[in-house]
């Protein structure tokens, strides 16, 4: 069947992929395997080679060149879990078509409204028609709207060939939301030059800036004495725990105090007992360099807690998590300056902005795949307000024809 992207999408998004981040398989959920199977059976009907469908619940597929001479292999990128934030179970999704800009409210819970007032974005898609789910899940956008606007893609060129590109490959990707989405991509047989994720937001956003990232973990010793017969011998690690938390910069330097380009530290858990308690952090910045700057202030707040408890101790550990692709992408200004190019053809003002956060890019991009993010209309993501434009995912479609006929130039 010829399916056009509002129609894949609304399939899609019924099918549940929310990704598990306590999960120690790959995929963390199984269930991720059921849309894969699914794309993978798609691209075999549409006339896509070199299908393949693995144990890790990759999609690989290759829309073949139309032209006789060598030019880059791109690849085309999009993840197919959704996020652990929110339910992505009975997903339904509502087209509430040429929307008059009025407040929408959610059917199955009347307090899930979605106004121009918190999401102004909408005020620019008046018109278009929007797709919301029904106010009990997240929506799935994010970013099964890449994956249909990609499907459209290779739908389009497979049945257009007179429309000159080299050879294309295309990558959708379990368990990017929990920050493992390419632990497992064969690279030599993705065997792409460059490439590009479409998991962006508003029409005509082009991120080639993602955060640097750490995890820090730091584990207080307290120590522990039966609590009838404590005085002076019981140290509460829970206790030190707390001091250490609220001596931590109340007005700067967490997400919510910081926006634009700046870095945050930010406590995301915390488990222990009295003897032994255990904080994780996220570490956030634009570059390698800021990122030590914040681990060792850190450091020093939590050293000089600790000096207040000499009977206590801390132990404290870095792990490296992904890299601002910005040090890959500047090796190669034509990936952007190609998609910038595209955007224009296709009559999109080029946005060009900063993710705050990271995709399969930024490990894509150090993995030997230089790989900026595209829009796809998806916003309000992880939420159930989340909505996306299916004019936004038309537009993402003709970017991305336009950008494979450049690239062929």
């Not at 399916?3 to 399939?11: K, L, P």
């Not at 292999?73 to 339910?87: E, G, K, L, N, Y």
């Not at 007992?273 to 360099?289: G, M, P, S, W, Y």
């Not at 206590?312 to 998590?321: F, G, L, P, R, V």
């Amino acid at each position: 069947m010829n399916y056009t992207s509002t129609e894949r999408f609304m399939r899609y998004v019924q099918i549940d992929t929310q990704a598990d981040p306590e999960s120690k398989t790959f995929p963390s959920t199984e269930k991720q395997k059921d849309l894969g199977k699914l794309l993978a059976q798609e691209l075999k009907d549409m006339g896509a080679s070199e299908v393949d469908f693995d144990q890790w619940g990759y999609v690989y597929a290759t829309i073949p060149s139309t032209i006789d001479k060598e030019v880059p292999v791109i690849c085309f990128c999009s993840h197919m879990d959704t996020a652990p934030d929110c339910s992505g179970t009975n997903v339904k999704p509502i087209l509430h078509e040429k929307w008059d800009g009025a407040d929408i409210v959610l059917p199955d819970d009347n307090t899930q409204v979605i106004t121009t007032t918190e999401h102004p974005y909408l005020k620019k898609r008046i018109g278009d028609d929007i797709i919301t789910a029904s106010g009990t899940t997240l929506l799935g956008a994010d970013d099964k709207a890449g994956v249909a606007i990609i499907m459209d893609l290779a739908h389009h060129l497979l049945n257009t060939p007179d429309i000159k590109h080299g050879k294309i490959r295309i990558l959708f990707t379990p368990d990017e939301e929990v920050g493992r989405g390419v632990d497992h991509v064969d690279m030599k047989k993705l065997g792409a030059d460059f490439g590009y994720t479409l998991d962006g937001g508003e029409r005509g956003s082009l991120e080639g800036d993602t955060f640097s990232a750490d995890a820090a973990t730091v584990t207080i010793h307290g120590v522990s004495a039966h609590p009838g017969y404590a005085k002076d011998k019981l140290v509460n690690s829970l206790k030190i725990a707390g001091e250490f938390l609220d001596a931590l910069p109340k007005a700067e330097w967490s997400p919510e105090t910081t926006e634009g380009a700046q870095g945050y530290v930010h406590p995301i858990s915390m488990n222990g007992i009295a003897e032994k308690t255990t904080i994780q952090f996220l570490v956030r910045d634009f570059t390698t360099e800021k990122l030590e700057e914040h681990e060792a202030k850190l450091k020093q707040i939590l050293d000089e807690t600790m000096a207040r408890h000499p009977k206590a101790k801390a132990d404290y550990m870095i792990t490296e998590q992904y890299r601002n692709m910005r040090e890959m992408l500047d090796k190669h200004p034509e990936i952007e300056a190609n998609a910038a190019k595209a955007m224009e053809r296709a009559g999109i003002e080029v946005q060009t902005q900063l993710v705050r956060g990271g995709t399969d890019g930024s490990r894509l991009s150090f993995m030997g795949l230089p790989c900026p993010n595209l829009f796809t209309g998806e916003m309000a993501i992880h939420s159930k307000h989340e909505f996306v434009s299916v004019q936004d995912m038309q537009k993402a479609t003709d970017m991305c024809i336009e950008l494979v006929k450049i690239w062929a130039e």
